[in-house]
């Protein structure tokens, strides 16, 4: 099994900063990819941002050109850096990595964080 663990999140003012981080950690053969998701009250979850091995990365156009997502593979981490915060950020985020595990190297599964509570005042 794979482990996410988020942190970062808290109470923001519209216009500030919040970094969150995610580090996976267990039977880890391999990671495919990793991101950020993000659901609201009363909402879908939905994609905030992604980072696949090969570099690629992909954003919501809600936050294109607000987020960065970056990641550390010899941390097996990755982190989104949130600037420009609105109130329509509210939301929990979770971390999704794609990972294959010692024990089934050849299936990659879906492996999600707890969440972390974002929450940014008008």
């Known amino acids: 099994q794979v482990q996410l663990v988020e942190s970062g999140g808290g109470l923001v003012q519209a216009g500030g900063s919040l970094r969150l981080s995610c580090a996976a950690s267990g039977d880890i053969y391999a990671i495919n990819a990793m991101g950020w998701y993000r659901q609201a009250p009363g909402k879908q979850r939905e994609l905030v941002a992604t980072s696949t091995t090969g570099r690629d990365v992909s954003y919501a156009d809600s936050v294109k050109g607000r987020f960065t997502i970056s990641r550390d593979n010899a941390k097996n981490a990755v982190y989104l850096q949130m600037d420009s915060l609105k109130p329509e950020d509210t939301a929990v985020y979770y971390c999704?990595?794609?990972?294959?595990?010692?024990?089934?190297?050849?299936?990659?599964?879906?492996?999600w964080g707890q969440g972390t509570q974002v929450a940014v005042s008008s």
């Open positions: 999704k990595a794609v990972a294959r595990t010692r024990a089934s190297y050849y299936l990659p599964k879906d492996y």
